[in-house]
């Protein structure tokens, strides 16, 4: 009984302590192109070009910008390039991207352009180095299967890129698993959880789990100087949330060091 109060008061400093400071439970690496290159949100698209389309990303493309894209994993291990494993809010359609092979995948039309569903392998083929990109590995789970996939297929490219995620036991995996690869953290607030004490929790929480090399936060959630420490201390900063209108007026750069955007809606 004593060892179990203890434990349970042991743990509970150990969250207090976590709220106190930001810590820096980071490892950065130099990233200039994060710096430099504003990141198109799942690719350039715009009312007639599909998110995580090949399109989208063509576009991007032409206009000089770094291309920010979502993994799946299908049921036969095949990494393809669609931000929802639920077919209903894309193609109106019941079924999961992982409960489909690459050959029924292969069958989707996205709805805006008519396109297929792009595997990784096919946007490295069509990036060719010319951007860098910044793969988002959706899995919620622990790792494996999905990121051996991953790093199979991007073995022997030669443009730039990096991983991330929300997970922070994917990005630890990664971390370990290829210690030269550029591998991320995304944040964001937990639901009901909208102050300052929850978010330097979990924040270092999941930090100090996975020791990220940069790191993507929800702009939104983001107060004046909130991230200025570990800035100062090399990490690159990355914001998320943002549209072209916040990349023209550079206002940003006080809070991150470089966005991740969407084309602002044309006006009615």
Known sequence: MFLAIAVVLLAGIA????????????????????????????????????????????NAIRNGYAVELDLRCTKDGV?????????????????????????????????KSGEGIPTLQDILDLVDGRVPLLIEIKHYGFPGRFEEAVLAVLEGYRGDYALQCYNPLVCRWLRKRAP???????????????????????????????????????????SDGMLDRHRSNGLVVLGFGLDSTDLASGAFKAKVDNIIFELAAAPP
């Open 15 to 58: 969250l207090v302590s976590l709220g106190v400071t930001r810590y820096d439970f980071f490892v950065p690496v130099e990233l200039p192109w994060m710096h430099s290159i504003p990141i198109a949100h799942r690719g350039l698209f715009d009312a007639h070009l599909d998110e995580n389309s090949a399109g989208a990303i063509l």
């Open 180 to 222: 030269g690869m550029p591998v991320g953290l995304l944040l964001n607030d937990l639901p009901g959880l909208h102050f300052e004490l929850a978010r330097r929790v979990k924040d270092n929480l999941f930090s100090a789990i996975c020791r990220p090399n940069f790191l993507t936060y929800n702009i939104e959630y983001v």
């Open 79 to 111: 990494p393809v390039v669609i931000h929802d494993n639920t077919l209903k809010a894309t193609f109106g359609l019941p079924g999961r991207i992982s409960g489909m092979t690459l050959g029924e995948v292969s069958h989707l039309q996205l709805p």
